[in-house]
């Protein structure tokens, strides 16, 4: 009986500290996504290509009402010539192993650059840990309003 909890004990301990050790890893990559998602208009309103650089090469961004666009050729045609806008994403869930890959979902808000609001939604991002950092490997975002017609 005593040998039973001493295991039990032991075994109680080990998942708390792995667990402890997990929502602190996965802490650390939110604040890394957090700083990408800050600077991410920056890149895009650069209209230079510099946004494809942020996705892993793999990388298939899905946006609303249109075909997905995979790759660095297709990703920076996607943002090349857009409007120079400014986005602030809040994240509401990351989750994952962070070593390898996390999913995160946030939502957004997108104003011109004076700050009138244009739009606001969600996405979902699959970041991957890459020998050059996180990247985005899948970015799937949605408007909270209904598409304009015409």
Known sequence: ??????????LMLTFWCNAQTTDSALKEVQKIIEASNKTFSDFTNKNDGSI??????EACLFPPNGEPKCGAKQIDSFFRGGP???VIFTI????GDPKTAVTEESFYEMTDMNGKKLDDGKVI????????GWKMHRDMFSSNHPAKQG
Do not use: G
């Open 84 to 86: 120079q806008v400014h």
């Open 52 to 57: 494809v650089a942020r996705y892993t090469d």
């Open 92 to 95: 509401q869930h990351l989750y």
């Open 125 to 132: 991002v699959i970041w991957k840990k890459t020998k050059d």
């Open 1 to 10: 009986m005593k040998t039973k909890i001493i295991l039990s004990t032991l």
